[in-house]
């Protein structure tokens, strides 16, 4: 991947250039940000253009036998870590899933989409359960890191979503990073930085993202083919995240499917229809905890945005259909409920992660959404 292929960042890709050619690259860097800002696909270039024999200025050549291995993700001194579980694509994963299990699906999802979210790895790789990097992935870390370099002066250790490593995998890598061996660079990309072990947080140099420009965001929408008045939207309710604003140009199958179940659920609330919001209820308890969670981000996003609306529409940050229905419904959301709302969803999405009984976290969901909605001011 090529510094050039990440949209927007440029101030942070002349400082990570100047690192490589000035010869002060940390063997421990912590890329933070949303996946939308693109620090996955940054952690990336930044790794082939230390490999790359030939540099060009400020980006690797692409065709040096080092970049060429880089650009298919096949490079012998590359490794990866990401959050896994088991899935029935794979069956060696049903035991001790680690990433190695995965690689394929890995290599597919990073060259095909370049900015994707954890829940999009999730769906593509077939795993129902939310992930994790196990004590068994700390020791096949282990094991590859105390190889020597096959090709290139360094080897580079990807760390997707460090967060979801548990206590005895964490402690494992804090070692590494503390003792690394020799010639090894871990590049770690967290979404969550608050989450990620103390001591680990503290001995690498941290690299902050910010939300991409909104200029330098339309102008990659644009080069996409996409028409100029829709950029110009997206752009700006995608808040500085690429993945945000492609999402507001086309809602994709799993958002639509969200946005109706969202307006149903508040219909049947502001009829008073219990039985139909039971059988809500059930139908959303069906469903995989992963797209469980993710339905209650949306929604949390959706009532945030339509209490916005209520208040003060210029900031509020809808796509055109949602818009078009919130007109409507946001007098629902208001100060009365709102905060009420907001617990109720911040209660259910741990509740769902613990593996709770999905059909009685929702049965209690809509008794309470029900009496929220019906609030008046």
């Known amino acids: 991947m090529f510094f050039r292929d990440i949209v927007g960042q440029g101030k942070l890709k002349e400082k990570l250039v100047s690192t490589v050619v000035e010869e002060r690259v940390s063997h421990a860097q912590l890329f933070e940000g949303a996946a939308g800002y693109g620090s996955l696909p940054l952690a990336f270039a930044y790794a082939q253009f230390i490999a790359c024999t030939n540099r060009k200025g400020d980006d690797s050549c692409g065709v040096c036998p080092s970049c060429i291995k880089y650009n298919k993700m096949v490079h012998p001194d590359q490794h990866f870590v990401f959050p896994v579980n088991s899935s029935k694509k794979y069956k060696d994963s049903e035991k001790h899933p680690i990433s190695n299990h995965f690689l394929k699906s890995w290599r597919e999802i990073v060259l095909s989409k370049k900015y994707f979210t954890e829940n999009d790895w999730y769906e593509y790789a077939e795993i129902d359960k939310q992930g994790n990097i196990s004590a068994h992935e700390a020791d096949n870390i282990i094991s590859k890191l105390n190889l020597k370099p096959y090709e290139s002066d360094k080897k580079t250790m990807i760390i997707w979503l460090p967060e979801r490593m548990n206590d005895r995998s964490a402690n494992r890598l804090l070692k590494l990073i503390e003792e690394p061996p020799e010639n090894t660079v871990f590049l770690l990309v967290t979404e969550s930085p608050n989450r990620i072990l103390p001591t680990i947080y503290s001995r690498v140099q ?5 939300p991409i420009c909104d200029e330098d965001l339309a102008a990659a929408l644009a080069r996409e083919g996409y028409d100029e008045k829709d950029v110009f939207s997206a752009s700006r309710l995608g808040k500085g995240d690429y993945i945000s604003a492609k999402q507001v140009l086309a809602i994709s199958g799993s958002e639509k499917e969200h946005f109706n179940n969202f307006v149903l659920l508040m219909r049947l609330s502001y009829t008073y229809d219990m039985l139909k919001l039971l059988d809500w209820a059930e139908n959303t308890a069906s469903m995989s ?86 609030q008046k001011k």
Not at 206 to 210: A, C, K, N, Q, T
Not at 290 to 309: I, P
Not at 323 to 340: D, P
């Open 206 to 210: 941290r690299i902050r993202l910010s």
């Open 289 to 374: 905890k992963e797209r469980q969670k993710s339905f209650l981000v949306f929604a949390e996003r959706l009532l945030r945005e339509n209490f916005v609306l209520n208040v003060n529409p210029e900031i509020a940050y809808l796509g055109f259909e949602e818009l078009e229905w919130a007109k409507k419904f946001c007098r629902n959301i208001n100060e009365t409920n709102i905060f009420g709302l907001y617990r109720l969803i911040n209660d259910c999405i741990p509740q769902i992660a613990q593996n709770g009984n999905s059909k009685i976290i929702f049965t209690d969901f809509v008794i309470k959404i029900r009496e929220f909605i019906r």
